[in-house]
């Protein structure tokens, strides 16, 4: 413990596995406020799709980085960051602990070890050259060729995220170094925060059927007439925001690629995946603390119990913050 750095929370792991609902009860039991780690949340209209928690359902827990931007408007890990930083700065002046929760494990790397990106703008006829072989040969082309020359952010980036495959081959390009060897060094720094790192975790099988029964839910909630209204809106399947996963299926739907059955089934399919890539790279991060929901018996007590012993022990918290 560092009783000089300023304490932080993370609560993160793969989609479905119960971040939201266990995050709104460790910020009350903490005295906290919750900064959002997801890529899409972020947007304004996009709820279903996102499962973005319903303002009832905060519990009078302020969050952060939730409906702020429009769905056309930019945002990565830089912006991430800058937000994110604000955030924590506001939370702390009000007498509150920052909780960063979410899955996206490289937004919550860039601040947990203050990660510098480097921004090499001022040559960008190679990235329109990228995006245009995207949109010619398709993101799976242009997936392939990442991995020939950066397998190991191939594995972790989808090919469906254009913009995340152009940025690591733009930076090979510029730098002939791989963007996972910089992300790699990045990751070796001392963070400024003393933190508690939570992963959530569940046994394969019991994921697997939350997912699948949240994606029938989003179904069942009106998911396609979401990306029906967005699409009126003007919202574009170029756009980051429309790649995330159920917009972009949805608008292949729109366009004949599949019957509705087949959306479903895609949409699972696709969900499924994104929480074994997400298992992956919290694996590969450090001082990180497992909660197995499972060998806890899926008691949210048990569970939260076990988090607050851990962060009394990390001195992130002392006896008297717990607000029960």
Same mark, same amino acid.
């Given at each position: ?37 997801? +890529? ?40 991430? =960051? ?11 002046? +009000? ?67 254009? =913009? ?13 170094? =791989? ?133 009394? =022990?990390?001195?992130?918290? +002392? ?6």
């Amino acid at each position: 413990m560092n009783s000089d750095k300023l304490p932080l929370i993370v609560l993160t792991g793969p989609t479905a596995v119960g971040k939201t609902a266990l995050s709104i009860e460790l910020a009350r039991r903490v005295k906290g406020q919750i900064i959002s780690a997801d +890529s899409m949340q972020i947007y304004k209209y996009m709820d279903i799709g996102t499962a973005k928690i319903k303002p009832e359902e905060m519990n009078g827990i302020k969050h952060y980085l939730i409906d702020e931007l429009e769905p056309d408007q930019p945002f990565n890990v830089t912006v991430f =960051k800058e937000m994110a930083v604000r955030a924590m700065q506001e939370i702390r002046k +009000s007498g509150y602990i920052p909780i960063i929760t979410g899955g996206t494990g490289f937004y919550i790397q860039s601040v947990l070890y203050d990660i510098e990106f480097e921004d090499n703008n001022n040559d960008t006829s190679y990235r329109q050259e990228l995006y245009e072989i995207a949109n010619t040969k398709g993101a799976e082309y242009l997936h392939d060729m990442l991995k020939t020359t950066d397998p190991e952010s191939a594995r972790d980036i989808h090919a469906n995220n254009v =913009k995340r495959v152009v940025r690591a081959l733009e930076y090979y390009r510029q730098t002939g170094r =791989k963007i996972s060897e910089h992300n790699k060094e990045q990751r070796e720094n001392d963070s400024p925060y003393n933190y508690a790192y939570f992963v959530l975790n569940d046994e394969r099988e019991h994921l697997y059927n939350r997912i699948n029964q949240r994606v029938d839910e989003m179904f069942d909630s009106g998911l396609i007439n979401e990306v029906k209204v967005l699409k009126e809106k003007g919202y574009t399947c170029d756009m980051v925001s429309m790649q995330g996963i159920g917009y972009k299926e949805v608008l292949d739907y729109f366009d004949g690629m599949y019957d509705l059955e087949e959306l479903r089934n895609v949409i699972k399919k696709d969900t499924r995946h994104l929480a074994k890539r997400q298992l992956t790279w919290f694996r590969r991060e450090k001082s990180v603390n497992w909660v197995n929901v499972d060998e806890l018996s899926y008691d949210s007590g048990k569970i939260l119990d076990y988090m607050l012993d851990i962060l009394r =022990k990390k001195g992130v918290i +002392s006896d008297n913050e717990e607000h029960v």
